[in-house]
């Protein structure tokens, strides 16, 4: 993939994230003023369970398959069959987890919540461990159209369906449940006839050495996956322990809004770790990460920064006066969106070069320092001590990944986080492309009214 063809699929990727962010906002928005903040709390932790298990079920298959694929040692077919097995094993072994949390451990890791809402939760994860392992598939086939429709469609269905079953009728939290399995469902369903149509037929065969280089290609992902998740979302679960509901459903409006700002840098991602995986020239790898980084920064920067001073009245606009205390924890969370948005680039650039171990250390230590930090906070600064907990563990995570990947690479800090002068050329170039295109949208609705005239 040629720097030109990178641009252009980051512009068409970014432009899908946008409707994504649009949608996801407006998810959140009717979720959270239909329910208000208590049911907004107990949705939020009843939807955690099953994405905690499949966390903890994914074991880095899913990145193995970009890279395996990427690299061309595996078949994509074979890895298609491979997914779709481990997802009626595991998804079966997670219900049963998910079965024996709810019955005898809900009381204290979920108090408040009633256990026929984890109950039906529970119902999305063979569904949903299948659409995370196959969407990867066209990925590493660099299918990025394709991926990023798959996703798409995902999140509209969600939309039009809790919009007719919340902002219409008014059902409840079991229906908000409901349409997130429903609109998965649907998706997984499109999915699969789109992995057939690429790949063909799935050969359903373990090989043990595939099933070998798997899983240790992919467990140091696995560990970091696991523990950046718990250390974004511990401070919900001890929030709900320490506190209650509401103040869950207060803390989690911030966190939504933040996690849709990283659209930049998650596009990118998804197209750093098969460019990084497929290329051969050492040069064009030590000079692409800090060239992507050092722009995603300076962008989510500015963005962070205009958000910061208009966090009052998104909040107000969006959610309603009701999530008026979310205002102060969202603007703390902006701070650390930057340097959550450094680490993901950086850490995807060490996957694309199959040496994820280098981070399990740090991603160790985080957790660990999360953890500490949200019991020492929550309880003295209530919701405000959850999202400074995150914010200080998310600086230091960047700063000490920032430092093993200057040791990895060769590259100079400045070239890594500083915007250059050169980059505007970037900017002037993709702007002139952007004008081009507008341009010649217009000068085609003109043709074809003239053409519908002089019929």
């Known amino acids: 993939m040629s720097l030109r063809e990178f641009v252009k699929n980051t512009i068409f990727t970014v432009n899908v994230r946008i409707a994504i962010l649009i949608s996801g906002i407006i998810n959140s928005v009717i979720i959270a003023r239909i329910l208000g903040p208590e049911g907004n709390g ?11 298990l499949l966390i903890f079920s994914d074991f880095g298959i899913s990145s193995a398959s970009v890279y395996y694929i990427s690299k061309k040692k595996y078949f994509p077919s074979e890895v298609f069959g491979m997914n779709i097995i481990y997802s009626i094993l595991v998804g079966t072994i997670l219900i049963l987890v998910g079965l024996i949390i709810t019955y005898f451990f809900n009381n204290k890791l979920f108090p408040g919540i ?18 995370l392992l196959a969407i990867n598939i066209l990925l590493g086939l660099q299918k990025i159209k394709e991926y990023n429709l798959i996703i798409l469609i995902n999140n509209y269905i ?15 939290i079991t229906a908000a449940i409901v349409t997130n399995i429903t609109s998965i469902l649907i998706a997984s369903i499109i999915l699969y006839f789109f992995i057939k149509y690429h790949v063909g037929k799935a050969t359903f065969t373990l090989n043990k050495k595939r099933v070998k280089d798997f899983f240790s290609y992919g467990i140091n992902i696995y560990i970091k996956t696991v523990l950046t998740f718990l250390q974004s979302k511990l401070g919900i679960i ?23 700002i990283q659209i930049i840098s998650q596009s990118v ?3 750093i770790f098969p460019k990084i995986s497929s290329e051969n020239n050492k040069k064009i790898v030590k000079e692409f990460t800090p060239l992507v980084c050092r722009n995603i920064l300076f962008i989510t920067f500015l963005i962070v920064l205009t958000l910061f001073f208009v966090s009052k009245q998104i909040i107000i606009f969006l959610y309603s006066k009701q999530f008026l205390k979310s205002i102060v924890p969202f603007q703390i969370l902006l701070i650390g969106i930057v340097s959550a948005s450094g680490n993901e680039i950086i850490f995807t650039d060490l996957m694309g070069r199959g040496k994820p171990f280098l981070i399990t250390p740090v991603c160790i230590f985080s957790i660990i320092l999360n953890l500490m930090l949200n019991i020492l906070l929550i309880p003295r600064l209530g919701i405000i001590g959850a999202a400074w907990s995150l914010v200080i ?5 960047f700063l000490i990944t920032l430092i093993i990947y200057i040791r990895i690479s060769g590259n100079k800090i400045n070239d890594i986080i500083l915007i250059k002068k050169s980059d505007f050329l970037y900017y002037k170039k993709l702007l002139s492309f952007v004008i081009g295109k507008i341009q010649n949208f217009k000068v085609k609705i003109v043709m074809k009214n003239s053409s519908f005239r002089s019929l």
Request: aromatic residues 14%; proline residues 4%; charged residues 10%.
């Open 393 to 397: 563990t998310y600086t230091l995570n």
């Open 158 to 172: 969600f939309l039009v369906l809790i919009a007719i079953f919340l902002l219409k009728f008014h059902f409840g």
């Open 114 to 131: 009633e256990r026929k809402y984890l109950l039906i939760a529970l119902l999305v994860i063979p569904i949903q461990i299948f659409f």
């Open 42 to 52: 107990i949705y939020s932790l009843v939807v955690l369970l099953p994405t905690i």
């Open 238 to 260: 001890l929030l709900n322990i320490f506190l209650n509901p509401t103040a869950v459903g207060l803390y989690s409006v911030g966190i939504t809004i933040t996690e849709k």
């Open 269 to 271: 991602n998804i197209l």
